[in-house]
């Protein structure tokens, strides 16, 4: 099974400010990864799947970048309804599919 | 717009069967995989399960013994059932949009099952 390592655990980021977050996979996975935001009470929402493609209505200040074992996910001036958690998830070897834990991105 | 809607008890006391079915809308049943995955504070995202219209089933190792799954292309819905359960399976349990098996690209909103007596 492929263990993800999310960091940090939280991220205390300004608004406007560009906040950064990495996820380690235990072998590499090419760049089959994803990552999906979750605020409370909701679901995961896809936002970006290919380790660099957005996913549909995702706006543009997402970006995400890297292959093999390290992923950096950027969004570039934080918004406030852009709180939340944030989990990458891999699909190179499965079953299972697994995800991180989350960093959890807040003000 | 695809839309994903579980149901099912929100308490099973240990040793049950946990039985959860997914209603989809907006799009067909035949037209991708279907995952459960469950979420619980002290394992994360777990994912527990595939289905596919043909028969096609995939399952975590970990879970493999206690579940199984169904489809009904007549309803557009499938579902989970888990046997044994324990308090370690409490959790929220999605179902979501699993398209060529890569990632998940359409979730429900959740279920919080709770394993008490």
């Known amino acids: 099974e492929i263990v993800m390592t999310q960091s940090p655990v939280t991220l205390s980021v300004s608004p406007g400010e560009r906040a950064t977050l990495s996820c380690r996979a235990s072998q590499s996975v090419g760049s089959r990864l994803a990552w999906y935001q979750q605020k409370p009470g909701q679901a995961p929402r896809l936002l970006i799947s290919?380790?660099?493609t957005r996913a549909t209505d995702i706006p543009a200040r997402f970006s995400g970048s890297g292959s093999g074992t390290d992923f950096t996910l950027t969004i570039s001036s934080l918004q406030s309804e852009d709180v939340g958690i944030y989990y990458c998830?891999?699909?190179?070897?499965?079953?299972?599919?697994?995800f991180g834990q989350g960093t959890k991105v807040e003000f | 717009q695809v839309e994903l809607q579980e149901s099912g008890p929100g308490l099973v006391k240990p040793s049950e069967t946990l039985s959860l079915t997914c209603e989809v809308s907006?799009?067909?049943?035949?037209?991708?995989?279907w995952s459960w995955i469950r979420q619980s504070p002290g394992k994360g995202l777990e994912w527990i399960v595939y289905r596919f219209y043909r028969g096609s089933t995939g399952f975590n190792p970990s879970l493999k013994s206690r579940v199984t799954t169904s489809l009904d292309m007549s309803k557009n819905q499938f579902s989970l059932k888990l046997t044994s359960v324990t308090a370690t399976d409490t959790a929220v349990y999605f179902c979501?949009?699993?398209?060529?098996?890569?990632?998940?690209?359409?979730w429900g909103q959740g279920i919080l099952v709770t394993v008490s007596s």
């Open positions: 907006g799009d067909s049943i035949t037209s991708s995989y």
């Open positions: 290919g380790a660099s």
């Open positions: 979501a949009r699993h398209p060529n098996l890569n990632w998940f690209d359409a």
């Open positions: 998830q891999q699909y190179d070897r499965w079953p299972p599919w697994t």
